[in-house]
T-cell receptor
Framework: DTGVSQNPRHKITKRGQNVTFRCDPISEHNRLYWYRQTLGQGPEFLTYFQNEAQLEKSRLLSDRFSAERPKGSFSTLEIQRTEQGDSAMYLC?????????????FGPGTRLLVL | AQSVTQLGSHVSVSEGALVLLRCNYSSSVPPYLFWYVQYPNQGLQLLLKYTSAATLVKGINGFEAEFKKSETSFHLTKPSAHMSDAAEYFCAVSDRMGNTPLVFGKGTRLSVIA
């Protein structure tokens, strides 16, 4: 069990460019979450998947954001036409089944800087 | 809607002193409560969680927290601070109705002075 991994760890891009982040959850975890963390704030929920189905999206997830989990394993988060306000740490977490109260295991995050 | 308030964005203690990080929650249904720790440039690691089995919850690294329904609190304590405890600490809540995304507080940065 290698834990949740995220790639890349850091990304610098210019405003208007598209970026894609990848998350590999703990093997056989059915639930996968994306959160965003800005400086001085706690993580904020973006979206989550149960296997390959995207079950909920936060209002924080604008139309420029899209997430997929095509085979119920890894997930990608794409941001189109990036804006400076998108600069943040993007965290991925997974849990075994999604049962209430179940522990979510977090990856190291991808830090995005939009210039 | 659920929410978490962490009193004090920065707490500083001397090595060996008591650590007390405060967390108050708001939830219309009985909550699950969590404390996570984040070291610089790392993800979040679970310290402990409350799931109603016992109101006093013991976690890793000598931390514990007590659920007090009457005070809607879940404060985190450690009897004796160690230099390695310096980090950012987040309290989080989720409800029991199947809505499992966590709602986090803004965090408290703990500094430990030698």
């Amino acid at each position: 069990d290698t834990g949740v991994s995220q790639n890349p760890r850091h990304k610098i891009t210019k405003r208007g460019q598209n970026v894609t982040f990848r998350c590999d959850p703990i093997s056989e975890h059915n639930r996968l979450y994306w959160y965003r963390q800005t400086l001085g704030q706690g993580p904020e929920f973006l979206t989550y998947f149960q296997n390959e189905a995207q079950l909920e999206k936060s209002r924080l997830l604008s139309d420029r954001f899209s997430a997929e989990r095509p085979k119920g394993s890894f997930s990608t988060l794409e941001i189109q036409r990036t804006e400076q306000g998108d600069s943040a740490m993007y965290l991925c977490a997974s849990s075994a089944t999604g049962a209430p109260g179940e522990t979510q295991y977090f990856g190291p995050g991808t830090r995005l800087l939009v210039l | 809607a659920q929410s978490v308030t962490q009193l004090g964005s920065h707490v500083s203690v001397s090595e060996g002193a008591l650590v007390l990080l405060r967390c108050n929650y708001s939830s219309s249904v009985p909550p699950y409560l969590f404390w996570y720790v984040q070291y610089p440039n790392q993800g979040l690691q679970l310290l402990l969680k409350y799931t109603s089995a016992a109101t006093l919850v013991k976690g890793i690294n000598g931390f514990e927290a007590e659920f007090k329904k009457s005070e809607t609190s879940f404060h985190l304590t450690k009897p004796s601070a160690h230099m390695s405890d310096a980090a950012e600490y987040f309290c989080a809540v989720s409800d029991r109705m199947g809505n499992t995304p966590l709602v986090f507080g803004k965090g408290t940065r703990l500094s430990v002075i030698a």
